[in-house]
């Protein structure tokens, strides 16, 4: 079933799980994401990054991301991630996306507020869920190469981050806590005490980018102290591209040898991440419906719109 993020991420938020994202740039990812997520009855998020256009156009993608959410067995958001343009989300919301990213995490503090806002009004609209980014992760989505060293200086400052919420309206916020984007040179050393501080800041899910790479206690302890959101897509590309040169034994095999060896290998990437991120079985509890905090954020916002009428 198709749903926006909010329909995901508050009871994983409510249930201390985490909830995966994986980009899809093609159809095999998206049916050993689709696949994983079956079999392990865990919600997912599916979708595509801006820099990742390239490899597969996002008018192109939305044609078998969105009907496969909709005749999933488990709730399916269909997201686009790392929105770079105002262009970009709207065309994504008109192609039916149920939730966007809208990455202005470089801009300055108010320039990022500013536009994010729009968005979130825009988003609103159409139904979509809308996240944000404050501080800035590094690396590039879809790079193979990153490096967390002096990032600490772009980190998310909890208070900020309260802030930057009550004014965008965002439904969840991707922050900055010492994570970057692709394939780390170094181990990355993960602030926990800041994931915490933030959670107990703002109403909103949390979300962690640059996931692929991490250790399990990572991501364990990052969604015990409060992350409901993880982004992972080094990890699956790898492990796709891996099973295909082990079954091109020879120059008589063709393309279509090589898919179903690629749709397993994601498939078990996949459900190795669902795992460990605590969501198999939690699609059963799915009425699709809003959960108490859910509920309770709306009626202030409504509150609030009536109010300055």
Sequence with gaps: MLVNMNEVLYPAKKGKYGIGLFNAVNLELARGIISAAEQTGSP????????????????????????????????????????????????????????????????????????????????????????????????AEGATEASVEDASKFYTDPEQARDFVERTKVDALAIAVGTAHGAYKLPPKLDFNRIETIANTID????????????????????????????IFTDINIAAVEAEFRAFTDMNKGIIDLIPAS??????????????????????????????????????????????K
């Excluded at 990022?112 to 501080?135: C, F, P, Q, W």
């Design 44 to 139: 997912v998020i599916m979708g595509t990054a801006e820099v990742l256009f390239p490899y597969g156009p996002l008018e192109e993608v939305s044609y078998y991301l969105i009907p496969m959410a909709k005749k999933a067995k488990v709730p399916v958001v269909v997201h686009l991630d790392h929105g770079l343009k105002k262009e970009t989300c709207i065309k994504a919301l008109e192609l039916g996306f149920t939730s966007i990213m809208y990455d202005c995490s470089t801009d300055p503090y108010e320039e990022n507020i500013k536009k994010v806002r729009e968005m979130a009004d825009i988003a609103h609209s159409y139904g979509a869920t809308i996240e944000g980014e404050l501080g800035h992760v590094g690396g």
């Design 204 to 231: 909103v899910p949390l979300v962690l980018h640059g996931g692929s790479g991490l250790t399990d206690y990572d991501f364990k302890t990052a969604i015990e102290k409060g992350i409901s959101k993880v982004n």
């Design 263 to 308: 749709v397993e290998a994601i498939k078990k990437a996949v459900i190795k991440k669902l795992e460990l991120f605590g969501s198999c079985g939690t699609a059963v509890s799915y009425g699709v419906k809003a959960t108490d905090e859910l509920v309770a954020r709306i009626t202030r916002e409504v509150l609030e719109q009536l109010k300055n």
